[in-house]
């Protein structure tokens, strides 16, 4: 029976991604080691949150139904030390969610049952705010960067938006809903690090907080999830206004965020960085030291610096995306234009093999129905399936051949 | 740990405590906070303030009262909310609401979560057995409009007379075209699912599509090649189906279902495709939520039935007309009056703003409170 799990909740955009690559390639291994990372994909657990959130997520929800008493099943029956659940929309779980969560691990408020241990990885607010606007414009969203600051600095935070940002990002907010009923050592807050710093710290840190140091993983050579420049960014949010009611869901993923966002747009490395605009600064620094004061004054366990929470808005100069350089996107535009053209072809080819793998059959399947042999025994069962006596025959032919299902 | 004042808790589950015993004292006229057992977690201002609601409209069973406590709200929206005036304001978290000001949007969350329970623990109706229709009655198919034709189709199923049978005449009904979008709607969210009214119409609009369903050409069209041109009718007078279809008795008109009822179906869907597949969702919806929701809004007089906004009414009457001449240029026969495909705009202008949140959520407390009604059909 599984002794512990971790259970890492978010938050998103702190290299989330990367760690579940790494313990999906390694997952054997962590298996010989006595630590499971219960998945058929990389990603497998966002299914488990979104059927414990009951989050409906463009039409995957037949994927989740059940998911998460499933995952919670397997982490149960484990025969090993340690299971590992990981997606970070979890952040986003209400309290009565995070009861069942916890219930179905097998945790009791008395600290009886499984030893629970939480995760949050967490990053300063100057590159998550950007960051979150440029994830919703690969959702489809629309919205203009100064529409969706004005949502996140609503104090009413009525807003889709503002909520589900604040749900995910507000990080002792999170812990009072995760960590309620777990004592503090047993919460463990990874801060992602500054830029510039040693490219595998991150690494290192989540290592430390999931206990796998000392077991050699095979790391991943890229980013997973890589990030879009100003006029990219501008640039997807114009055709999501112009295609979103033309484009299903099921189109846009692949079309849209897979191969132009993160395929094509996300290799111009040399565009303006999204930044957050001077008028915010101080306001998000602020924000910033009074999530530093109050995790310092929780007690929780940090691995990494909490320095690391205060951004630094100089980092890129901030360019407004709303208004972008008008030469740039025309030159991720054609950039984005050249990449459809490309998978166009692509399907074109596929589409004329497919045309003649499919003429092919028709051709066989016309040969044999011109055998004279198939057209007499044809015109033999059409001619006793007009009566009650030929049908009776056709019944106990077929029982004879040992055949029950009816001919087609 | 719990990063929260305890007396704040003591407060709250006090409430919680005078709730699920009865109660329908508002959080701003309460007082007392004597010592309560409180759950595993501390339920936020919307399910509180839903149980409130549903012990101002009638008596929750304990089960229900304890679900409502312990849901939460579905989809993505405003977190369990903390309630105002018992807890110094945190600098993090939502700021807290006093619940009886809560939009009645953030109820029917939680309200559509716990009838997506509801329905999904009630399983799936055992399969009904269908006679085959009898060999010398005219066989018939009822088409077209499914909110029009499946309560006629099912009347006739309960007189002994079964769709299909020998050489069927294929009777295609419907009405003018904004009843028949809106027909689709709702059928659609008592199905596979749907956006909100104004939206889908938009997409509809933008695409310049007539709903499937609405769409009586294509209809005929689709029958037509299946059965020939002479068997295909359009009946747009309902008092003509039974004559045509066999029976001589006369059969009652379809009740039109408010829009609040489909938008409560809509929301209760979009949770229940969490809980269970597709194919079992619709039937669900269908046979366990339907029911509950027509008796439920027949006693409630705020609902309304939807009404096409202005923006869109030149679009549905143009498709109208181009549907009026598409099918009498194709020579269907045709029972009523083809100029009643044309919708006739009744309201007035400025109406039309799709289902009202406050009856949506008026009509979700009946159906939660209709719960017995639902133990009785499963059993």
Known sequence: ?408 | MLIRDSSYEEAVSAWAAHLRAGGTTPWAAWEAVDAADRGRYLPGAQQLELLRRLNQAGHPSAALADSVLAASAAGRGRPDLELAGAVPESAFGPAPVDPAALPAGELVRVAASLLADQVADAGLPEPEVRRRASWWRRGYRLVGDPELADPLRDQLVARGRPPGGREPRVLVVGSDLATMTAHAWTHRAFTEGVNAWREWLRQLQERREVPARADLLAVCRAWERRVGKARVHVVLDLGAVPRLAGDRRSLAAPEPLAGEAGELARRVGSVLGLLVLPDARETLLTTRLRPRVEQAARSLPRTSALVVPPEARDWVEGAAERMREGIKRAGYAVHGDLDDLVPRWSAPAGTGGGPAPQATLDLAVRVLLDERADVGRTA
């Open chain 1, 1 to 408: 029976m599984t002794r512990k799990v971790i259970l890492h909740v978010g938050t998103p955009k702190t290299g989330t991604s990367y760690l579940q690559h790494v313990l999906f390639k390694n997952k054997r291994l962590l298996g010989e080691h006595g630590i499971l990372y219960p998945a058929d994909r990389f990603d497998a657990h966002f299914l488990a949150a979104l059927d414990l959130m009951r989050l409906p997520w463009g039409g995957l929800e037949r994927e989740a139904v059940g998911a998460w008493d499933r995952l919670a099943a397997e982490v149960r029956d484990w025969g090993g030390t340690t299971a590992v659940i990981s997606h970070e929309i979890l952040a986003g779980a209400s309290r009565s969610q995070v009861g069942r969560a916890l219930e179905s691990l097998g945790h009791q408020r008395d600290g009886s049952g499984v030893e629970v241990h939480l995760v949050l990885s967490v990053r300063d607010l100057v590159r998550q705010i950007p960051a979150e606007w440029q994830e919703n414009v690969k959702h489809r969203s629309g919205m203009s960067y100064a529409r969706f600051l004005a949502r996140i600095t609503d104090p009413a935070r009525n807003s889709r938006i503002a909520s589900w940002f604040w749900s995910v990002q507000e990080v002792p907010e999170i812990l009072d809903r995760w960590g309620a009923d777990l004592p503090p050592e047993r919460i463990h807050l990874v801060t992602v690090p500054s830029p510039g710093g040693a490219p595998d710290l991150l690494w290192k840190r989540f290592s430390q907080a999931f206990g796998l140091e000392g077991i050699d993983l095979v790391l991943e050579d890229e980013r997973v999830n890589p990030s879009l420049g100003v006029p990219e960014t501008a640039l997807i949010r114009r055709i999501n206004r112009s295609a979103n009611r033309v484009l299903e869901p099921a189109d846009y993923r692949p079309l849209v965020r897979e191969l132009l966002a993160h395929q094509t747009l996300s290799r111009r490395v040399l565009s303006p960085r999204l930044a957050l605009p001077p008028a915010q600064v101080p306001w998000v620094a602020e924000r910033e030291a009074a999530f530093v004061a109050e995790i310092e004054r929780r007690g929780y366990d940090v691995v990494g610096d909490l320095d690391d929470l205060r951004g630094n808005p100089t980092l890129h100069p901030y360019v407004d995306p709303d208004k972008p350089r008008e030469r740039d996107v025309a030159g991720a535009a054609v950039d984005a234009i050249k990449a459809l053209l490309l998978e166009n072809a692509r399907m074109r080819g596929e589409e004329a093999r497919l045309q003649a793998e499919l003429d092919e059959t028709r051709h066989a399947l016309s040969r044999s129905y011109l055998r004279p042999s198939y057209r007499a025994r044809e015109k033999a069962v059409k001619g006793l399936a007009r009566s009650r006596v030929g049908r009776g025959l056709l019944g106990a032919y077929r029982l004879a051949r040992g055949r029950s299902s009816r001919s087609a």
